[in-house]
């Protein structure tokens, strides 16, 4: 069966050429061109991945994310947006998009993040089988003073939980499980995008970010999560 592609994008020259790649590229895809009917067929017949344009007239790409997560709707949503700003790109990760393409895009980029996102939550992902535990599991993650429950995806800086995307829980837990250790930065997108997008991307750096500030809290707490220039980055407590 082909996986299913919800695209919603109203300038259609670039919905019909999008419509098209997909479709030669083997996806079932359906294309609208607004928010409010994206969010008709998520909840009609939900997709594998959606494909969102982040400007759009009435219903915008970032409140259809919104009303989606906020329904529990876990499907993985890849946004096009034309806005380069980091402060755009946070907006689009906090609205619970789990990655972006900025325009003008290759359309090849776009192809690798999606197969990045379907290999990693679609309904063809392969599980991996952990080998048979001779003890059983611990249930929390601890280190530098955070706790975390893969299982239910909750965790806590001290006795403050933190509200955490999907991508930005995986990208705490591997740091976690790595406390002490310098991931490299093509280590961490293989392990959280399944792709390495090149050293021209941001996408990292900006979900760094943002976990930092949720991390730090308003509070200004000392940072956990701290850069090696020129080599990734590392959860420790100084």
Same mark, same amino acid.
């Given at each position: 069966m082909p996986q299913t592609v919800l695209l919603a994008e109203d300038d259609r020259a670039i919905r019909h050429a999008l419509e098209r790649a997909l479709t030669l590229e083997g996806y079932e895809v359906t294309a609208v061109?607004?928010? &409010?009917?994206?969010?008709?067929?998520?909840?009609?017949?939900?997709?594998? !991945?959606? &494909?969102?344009?982040?400007?759009?007239?009435?219903?915008?790409?970032?409140? !259809?994310?919104r009303v989606l997560r906020a329904e529990g709707d876990r499907t993985p949503i890849l946004m096009l947006t034309a806005l380069v700003e980091t402060a755009d790109r946070i907006a689009g990760l906090d609205a619970g998009a789990d990655d972006y393409v900025p325009k003008p895009f290759d359309v090849e980029e776009v192809f690798a993040r999606l197969r990045a996102l379907l290999r990693r939550t679609g309904p063809g992902a392969r599980p991996e089988i952990p080998p048979k535990p001779t003890t059983p599991p611990a249930r929390f993650l601890e280190a530098a003073g955070l706790r975390m429950d893969p299982q239910a995806r909750r965790a806590w800086r001290g006795e403050r939980e933190l509200e955490l995307t999907r991508t930005e829980f995986e990208l705490l837990e591997l740091l976690v499980r790595n406390a002490g250790i310098v991931l490299d930065h093509s280590t961490i997108y293989d392990r959280i995008w399944g792709y390495d997008f090149g050293p021209g991307s941001k996408n990292l750096a900006v979900y760094v970010g943002y976990l930092r500030r949720k991390l730090d809290g308003p509070g200004g707490a000392p940072p956990l999560i701290h850069t090696v220039r020129g080599v990734g980055y590392v959860l420790r407590e100084d």
């Open positions: 061109a607004d928010g &409010v009917e994206a969010l008709a067929h998520a909840h009609k017949s939900p997709p594998d !991945v959606l &494909v969102l344009d982040v400007m759009m007239p009435g219903i915008d790409g970032l409140q !259809v994310c």
